[in-house]
């Protein structure tokens, strides 16, 4: 008489659960691999970046940002200090300053930190001074 263990051998059950298994497996190590962690915070929030007077012509919306990238925990290239990109957006639209400002920090990074992004956007409205 067989035992249990030739008979479930002979069946095929133990290669077909052997194969389910490893796909589960690797599957599962393409998820964490996959998987990025994303965190957004306010990093500060301002009426205007130059005192204004009650007098100035809205110019539209801006939006900047800079990021700075890490290989390994190692940086890679430089991002640009929050001054720096607030200047840009007042270039965008040759404006004197901007209104309703809004700084935020940005970060990403995969499950197995191979690559990571560290990021500042700021938002406001660009104005020019009506003389």
């Given at each position: 008489m067989a035992s249990f263990c030739e008979l479930v051998k002979g069946s095929?059950?133990?290669?077909?659960f052997s194969l389910i298994f490893r796909a589960g497996a690797l599957s599962s190590c393409g998820?964490?691999?996959?998987?990025?962690?994303i965190a957004r915070h306010p990093a500060g929030i301002a009426s205007s970046?130059?005192?204004l007077t009650t007098k100035y012509t809205a110019l539209g919306a801006v939006e900047e940002s800079s990021c700075g990238y890490r290989v390994l925990f190692v940086p890679v290239g430089g991002?640009?200090?929050?001054?720096?990109?607030i200047d840009r957006a007042i270039k965008q639209r040759g404006a004197d300053s901007l209104v309703g400002v809004t700084v935020e920090h940005q970060s990403s990074t995969f499950f197995i930190p191979i690559v990571a992004s560290d990021c500042t956007v700021v938002n406001g409205t660009a104005v020019k001074k009506v003389r």
């Open positions: 095929g059950v133990i290669p077909a998820l964490f691999l996959a998987s990025c962690i970046t130059h005192p991002k640009e200090s929050t001054d720096q990109i």
